[in-house]
């Protein structure tokens, strides 16, 4: 038995022991208070011990627990690959510099264009440009709130070399569809699946059916690392960009890098820098957290998917004054938000989040809306392709509402209810 271990024994039964009595006491404290926040902490005792074993190691950076959470996620999903990084937005980062990379096979380049959905997020958008390359925003469908395939097809262009489709608040796409188009015309299909832990099309996990799938596991997703995002692929090629550009371009982490360092006998190959590379490490207590909150993942999606379920029930009678979003058909929605788009005027849409926020229901708006119409686009290039009729009306007229673990029977009818007495 190490020494550190013999401290986290002691520890355990002593120091910890007041430390988990007020985590517990603190996250029981909420279940009688009638408030709807978007999230509530998803860790627990477990977690807290596991990082405090890595300060106790001192060993902080990535090394055998974020290795062993890429191991366990990969087989999570059923992917040959994943790659810890240090938040979802890098994930992005990191998946669009992989195709656009000097060394991939068959590189996405500067002027190419990659098909996004409006009604998505900066970080969906933002790394395209980073490439180069040219978004080319489309609409979403107004039932599911995904990429619509019709304007997904008409956008496509002899300069088209990828898509972006965006699992919008946990809710999958038409995977098999969009997987056929992309083969078709020989695209690149990246998932962005940061709100969509868990989710099923056809019974197979999200992230596994494009090229590659990137995860968030910030604070408020379904599982979380505090900050922490996820590389899936299962190309051998783009695991290794992958692992390469996370650290700086060197090779330490490349499967290959005995024989890249045999190249180059001159260069020290701790210090190889094989490509153009970024500092997207994750710690040493972010993969600490992530072994433990995966095992919690399955039961954490059930509670998200019983409250949408109530909701949707109970809500039925307000058909006509709200629209809500449709389940995938074969999917298995995982329900990061439940989202609320209002049949009316906007300042109905005003009015009805003004009386949840005093009713301490938090709300958020649906991502960033039409991502069209965020100052920032008029510095990026960028076409917009046919009529966004649907991103305008998610923006204008819909909302979200915090869907989580640790929602009470008592905070879900407080919810149902305070949208009832609005529309009556």
Known sequence: M????NLIDKLRDETIADLI??????????ETDVSLPLIRPSFGPDEVLESIDSLLSTYLTMGKKVKRFESEFAGYLGAKHAIMVNSGSSANLLAMHIIGNHLAEDRVAPGDEVIVPAASWS????????IGAVPVLVDSDPHTFNLDLACLESAITGKTR???ALHLLGNPCKLDALREIADEHGLYLIEDCCEAHGAEYKGRKVGVWGDIGTFSFFFSHHISTIEGGMVV??????AELARCM???GWIRDMEKRKSIAEQYPGLDSRFLFYSRGFNLRPTEIQGAFGIHQLKKLDSFVEARRENAEYWLRELAPLKERIIFQDEQEYGKHVWFGFPIVVNGTRQTRDDL???LEKKRIATRPILAGN????PAMRFLPHRVSGNLTTADRLQQSGFFIGNHQAITHRERDHFAACLSTFFA
């Open 371 to 374: 991502m069209a119409n965020q």
């Open 2 to 5: 190490t020494k550190e271990s």
């Open 353 to 355: 989040v003004t009386e």
């Open 123 to 130: 970080t969906s958008v933002f790394p395209i440009v980073d």
């Open 246 to 248: 996370r650290a700086h």
């Open 162 to 164: 990828a898509i972006m």
């Open 233 to 238: 692929t299962n190309s051998g090629e783009f």
């Open 21 to 30: 009595a007020v985590l517990e006491e603190s996250l029981r404290s909420k």
